[in-house]
């Protein structure tokens, strides 16, 4: 839940996943349909689907263990490196670290020098004897990665407090490296086309779009475009902006009253459904409700 997302926004959810699923087995009886209702709202819903595919691998075929072996854990659904040693120093307190961003600046900080010029993982092996004294490495890996967010951080970090700054280069240089800036993510443009069947207030949606970060979920027929043209036979509605995972998108919102609708189309109530859509689809339903 933490990957792309902060703390705070997934303390709720979290705490609603395990009130559903307590336990890896009773997650690992469960099907797609419930597991991305528990998570509807926090996004990135691939997340739910590899955890729940990973937790049938692990009571199905690992007797409900964690391997050991780095190599192992990677091939477990949407687990990459990061998130593979995250796990080996959390469960099994192995001497690793999970670089993410916070430790990736703690230790360029530490060494005064831009985090792109640096091999980290050179760096940990190299250093390892200094960095997994302690019995306690999952400990010592979570508090690195709150030192970061907490005492180094991305911006006005609290040297003074900090009880390492008398070996921090970056806090004893006087030309202190600078980062780069990050570039802003690109706005892309799309039109999105909903047919309302105005008597029976509702509006199509499809599983065939090219929106790639809501595969597999319901939204209105929606495409890439690259000018403010007029669309013949379509109303303009509105024009938004949202953000759906790390994209940003402007959208120009088109309707049509119409009972015909293309292929692979299915009519869904603009009021209530049991299948799971998508805040992003809901959003439309909001807007395009109030369209008489
Ligand atoms: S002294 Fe400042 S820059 Fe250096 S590690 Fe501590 S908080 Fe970070």
Redo the contacts with the bound molecule.
């Keep these: 839940m933490l990957q792309q997302t902060q703390v705070k926004t997934v303390i709720p959810y979290f705490n609603n996943f395990l009130d559903n699923f307590s336990t890896l087995k009773s997650l690992s009886l469960s099907n797609e349909t419930n597991v991305i209702k528990s998570w509807e709202g926090l996004g990135y819903y691939r997340r739910a689907r590899n955890l729940l595919a990973t937790s049938k691998i692990l009571i199905n075929k690992c007797n409900s263990k964690l391997s050991k072996n780095i190599i192992d854990i990677k091939k477990l659904p949407g687990i990459g490196d990061y998130t593979a040693n995250a796990l080996l120093a959390f469960i099994h307190d192995q001497p690793t670290i999970a670089i993410d961003g916070n430790v990736k600046r703690?230790f360029s900080?530490?060494l005064n020098k831009n985090e792109r010029k640096i091999d980290f993982v050179k760096l940990i092996e190299i250093n390892k004897k200094n960095l997994f004294k302690t019995k306690r490495n999952s400990d010592f890996v979570e508090a690195l990665m709150e030192f970061g967010a907490l005492?180094?951080k991305p911006k006005e970090?609290?040297?003074t407090q900090?009880n390492?700054?008398n070996t921090?280069k970056?806090?004893r240089s006087n030309k202190k490296f600078k980062k780069k800036k990050i570039l802003k993510t690109k706005v892309k443009n799309y039109n999105i086309f909903c047919y309302i069947d105005k008597m029976k207030n509702k509006i199509a949606l499809t599983k065939k779009h090219n929106l790639g970060f809501l595969d597999k979920f319901y939204l209105p027929p929606i495409k890439e475009s690259y000018s403010n043209k007029k669309i013949k036979n379509w109303n303009f509605h509105s024009n938004f902006r949202n953000s759906i995972s790390n994209k940003k998108l402007n959208i120009n919102l088109y309707y049509k009253f119409s009972l015909k609708i293309p292929p692979q189309h299915q009519w869904f109530s603009l009021k209530k459904n049991n299948e799971f859509i998508p805040s992003f689809t809901k959003k439309i339903f909001k807007k395009i409700s109030k369209t008489n």
Excluded: A, E, G, S
């Design positions: 703690v900080r530490l005492i180094c970090p609290k040297c900090c390492i700054k921090c970056y806090f």
